[in-house]
């Protein structure tokens, strides 16, 4: 463990640093009398985060101006763990941790916990006091200044004619750092950055309820990044969007990825290292897998029984896990969603059912949205579909980032852990981590996905957005992009085109990853595929041993390739409107193996399959907007 420790003899003036345990990353926090409290964060000698101001403001009182270290604890830990989805299970989790403790006069205690890894740092605030009485806490005053010298792809928080933060927008790409959204409500997490040699995210991690999810705007010192919380005029529930908690109180982990490569920052799991343990006993019944899906493409009502099964026999026929009946399934004709558990069953197949989370409902309502906010008519009926025999449940239209909703998460995942229910948080906040600790949570939509391409203008842009998403939105967590499109989607009677590639659409099955991966065609999209393709749909998983990148740009282009067992995945993408043409290294472990490799055809329209003998590398040509899906055994 590499850590060190400088002060003054004044005990308001000091510095203390931490580094990571192989000694590449290191964290400062300073001190200066009559100053702020402030933090910088190096990686490899080079400066990754510069002098930004730590503290917050809580009933009236500014923290971190001048206070007084009082002790000054480190610990180094070595927490290795399994999880259940996601682009690495067995994950590892080492760390040196610091801990400084301050006082401040007339006012609470608070530490600053900071840990330090190999691919980052994070750090936190603890609010020391007797419980019993309600605090809030005013504004955070904590900065990310990042060096200008390079370029940012983050997304605006999301801010359209319903004023509701979905992470829906598109990621503005290789903006200056420091720019300023077109609108006033800031950014949101995660931002990537490519600046003074390195590559480096921040994002946010570790919600227990006690606090919103936050994002980001630019009112730091010369316009930085700083702490922003939901915005007031959210409308889903009239709450006021500063935190409100009883001492010891504890804030979500600022996380700062760094590394070498985009790799590192692809590769990383500190989201998931900085959250809670496991709190399910038992995961045996914890299964990942691929789903069908209805509604994406018109004709597939969950209001009908007989389309339905239609989409469990595509289950059946595609060895895919689970089928998703959506919005509506509570209206089904014939013999209803029973029939269709009852039929799934037989046919080795799980159902899903879709719930509206309850998030804004009032006494008009329509009792079925109101069902998952309520802790005794959920837990009701979580008995009833668990009895019944359904596996998993998609909640939506969570709609805020505020407290009151945040803390609507925990009890809703308890519950469903108790009745073996996985869970698809839809419509919700971005993935701070809440897979770790409750490992039933297969996926988080939070991203412009599928759903959207029914509009001429999203699928134009849908070659760039899924070049982007591997190295943003992807990183902090399994991701429902509801992927693997081949049809144009009809949106009230009018088709959207298809611009991306059939083998570009084929590899998003590897190059996204969720551990609930739901693919939203047309059942007759997928019967009707050539043999290779459609056998690489049977096969391919949706939970990982191993995720490397293999080539990308976040924008231009991505090649992912994930391991199961020992069978390697390849997924490539271009997205650009010009041919791409590259020579791969593969994995070490795949010369000699038998390769097929699915590529682009004549046109975007065709495959083009063939076979052969891995080799130590691969060269491979994609279409315009195209890409290609390779399987290596």
């Known amino acids: 463990m590499s850590l060190s420790v400088a002060m003054s003899c004044g005990k308001s003036d000091g510095t203390w640093s931490a580094d990571s345990p192989d000694g590449k990353v290191c964290l400062t926090v300073t001190a200066a009398k009559g100053s702020p409290l402030t933090y910088s964060i190096t990686y490899d000698g080079k400066t990754a985060i510069e002098p930004s101001r730590l503290g917050f403001t809580m009933e009236g009182v500014d923290y971190g101006i001048s206070p007084v270290m009082k002790k000054m ?8 763990y399994t999880l259940k989805a996601g682009k690495r299970l067995k994950v590892k989790n080492e760390y040196n941790e610091v801990t400084l403790s301050f006082s401040q006069k007339g006012a609470c205690s608070f ?6 890894y190999d691919d980052g740092a994070a750090f936190r605030y603890r609010i020391s006091g007797k419980g019993g009485k309600d605090m809030t806490m005013d504004a955070e005053a904590t900065e990310f200044s990042v060096p200008v010298n390079g370029k940012a792809w983050i ?12 992470y829906e927008q598109y990621c503005k790409n290789e903006i200056p ?3 300023k959204p077109s609108h006033d409500k800031g950014w949101a997490f995660p931002m990537l950055f490519n600046t003074n040699g390195i590559w480096m995210m921040v994002t946010e991690a570790a919600l227990d309820g006690t606090y919103p999810a936050t994002h980001i705007d630019n009112s730091g010192n010369g316009g930085c990044y700083k702490i922003r919380f939901p915005e007031i005029e959210e409308p889903v529930i009239p709450d006021d969007p500063r935190p409100v908690s009883t001492l010891p109180w504890m804030t979500p982990w600022r996380a700062v990825i760094v590394g070498a490569g985009l790799g590192d920052i692809f590769k990383t799991q500190m989201v998931q290292n900085l959250n809670p343990p496991s709190q399910i006993a038992d995961e045996s019944w914890i299964k990942p897998g691929k789903a069908a899906w209805s509604w994406w ?6 209001r009908s029984y007989e389309a339905q099964i239609k989409y469990v026999d595509l289950c059946h026929e595609m060895n895919w896990e689970y089928s998703l009946l959506d919005s509506g399934w509570h209206q089904m004709d014939g013999e209803g969603v029973e029939g269709v558990v009852e039929y799934a069953k037989k046919k080795g197949v799980g159902i899903w059912l ?22 005794q008519t959920r837990r009701a009926e979580m008995e009833r579909i668990s009895k019944m025999g359904v596996k998993g449940i998609k909640v939506d239209f969570f709609d805020t980032d505020k407290q009151g909703v945040i803390a609507e998460y925990i009890p809703l995942l308890k519950d469903a852990a108790e009745f073996h229910l996985l869970v698809d948080l839809h419509g919700a906040t971005l993935p701070r981590g809440f897979d770790r600790t409750w490992p039933n949570v297969m996926t988080t939509e939070a991203v412009r996905g599928a759903e959207s391409l029914g509009r001429q203008e999203r699928c134009d842009n849908a070659a760039v957005q899924n070049t982007v998403l591997p190295f943003t939105r992807n990183v902090v967590g399994s991701m429902d992009y509801t992927p693997v499109t081949f049809s144009d989607k009809i949106r009230q009677g009018v088709p959207a085109f298809r611009r991306t590639s059939v083998a570009h659409q084929l590899a998003l099955a590897v190059v996204f990853e969720s551990g609930f991966q739901c693919l939203a065609d047309r059942a007759e999209a997928y019967l009707s595929l050539p043999d290779a393709p459609k056998e690489f749909l049977r096969r391919v998983p949706a939970a990982w041993d191993e995720s490397q990148l293999l080539s990308g740009w976040p924008g231009t282009h991505a090649v992912i390739a994930r391991r199961s067992g020992n069978t390697w995945y390849i997924g490539g993408i271009n997205g650009k409107k010009e041919p791409l043409s590259m020579t791969l290294t593969l994995p070490e472990g795949c010369k000699g193996k038998k390769m097929t490799l699915i590529g682009d055809g004549k046109d975007i329209n065709t495959f083009d399959c063939s076979t052969a003998t891995a080799g130590d590398q691969i060269s491979v040509s994609m279409l315009p907007e195209g890409g290609f899906a390779a399987v290596i055994e």
């Open 297 to 302: 493409y018109s004709g597939g009502s969950p």
């Open 73 to 80: 604890t480190v610990n180094h830990v070595s927490d290795d």
């Open 111 to 116: 530490d600053i916990i900071a840990r330090v």
């Open 177 to 179: 750092i420091n720019s």
């Open 354 to 375: 879709w719930y509206h989370s309850g998030s804004g409902t009032n006494a008009e309502s329509p009792a079925q949205q109101k069902i998952m906010i309520d802790p």
């Open 155 to 166: 997304h605006p928080y999301d801010w359209n004619s319903r004023f509701k933060p979905s």
